[in-house]
């Protein structure tokens, strides 16, 4: 791809890099216009591709990131509604989905539509933010609320039968600096004395055949989950206790009042916005925490049919609108 840059591309690369060198001896400019011109090229790209298909909306699952945001200024080129779907449960420090400030919400690189799951996350994405000024949040709950057949009120997955004694270990990329808690892994096997679960990020799944090996040495009996093939509510349907370093899927757990292990030093808004008596220190438990407690089971992700469906309808009222020359979005 032809290496050009913008006079306003080369104004804030010369800006950054400077300021950087300043502060902290470092010089990154070849990597910034690596990058930059990465991204005018892909976006010429993808503008010739959405022209030739004209589509009215896509559809993120992650909206944020070097290979995503070409398509989304190539959208807004192009008048085509980006709408983002939430993909998980989100803590309220996720620098992607909450605190927008006044002279961010109108970036081209936003989408027109957050799709999010329930009241907390449209609470998170509210919450001290400008967001609402530039862009739509539509409540549609969990689109993928069960690949097993489910109504869609949960009952199917917690009233579930079958193995349930197996502890799920939800890995956090290595390349994001979290370790893996090797000795509270070890530590609930012993307890539990069941099958460690080994459920790796799907974008970093090749990880979790070498926590397998190291688990072996420690005499852990594990196998790993494929989860790009395997949602995590069927995954936790069929899981006694979760463990993690400082994965959100405890929140995930507490759809079917699953105990989770939380192994980080700081909770923080896990332990302050959603603790049920379910959020346990390695230190503080004993066999009998170890148990799915129904009764406190709180629906973050489970989502349903008829909330789906209305979230469909809002989108496409919403859509429409623009299309026919109404409230633009």
Known sequence: MKKVLSNKQEEEIGFFDSSLLNMCG??????????????????????????????????FRVYYGLNYFPIILACKMLGIT??????????????????????????????????????????????????????????????????SGDSGDGAFLRGREGNRLRILYTHQPKSKAIPVPYDEIRELYNIKESKVVIRPHPLHFDEAMGIQRELKKLGVKSKVEDSRKVAINDSLSRTSVHVTYSSTCALDALNFGIPSVYCSDYIGDVEKEFSTGLLFRIG???????VRVPEKAVD??????????????????????????????
């Not at 503080?284 to 170890?290: P, R, V």
Request: charged share 25%; glycine share 10%; net charge negative.
């Open 26 to 59: 470092l010089n990154i400019r070849d990597y910034l216009v690596g990058r930059f011109c990465f991204f005018n090229g892909m976006v010429s790209r993808y503008y010739e591709s959405l022209a030739r298909a004209g589509v009215d909306a896509v559809i």
């Open 82 to 147: 980006v709408i983002d779907v939430q993909h998980g449960i989100n803590g309220f420090k996720h620098l992607a989905y909450s605190r927008f400030r006044e002279g961010e919400v109108s970036s081209p690189l936003l989408p027109d539509i957050f799709w999010t799951w329930s009241a907390m996350a449209t609470r998170m994405l509210e919450k001290d933010s400008f967001i609402n000024a530039f862009s739509h949040i539509v409540e549609g709950g969990n689109p993928v609320f069960s690949g």
């Open 284 to 290: 503080e438990i004993d066999e009998s925490d170890l």
């Open 300 to 329: 973050y992700s489970l989502g349903g049919a008829e909330k789906v469906k209305k979230g469909v309808s809002r989108v496409l009222a919403l859509t429409s609108s623009g299309r026919d020359g109404g409230d633009s979005i």
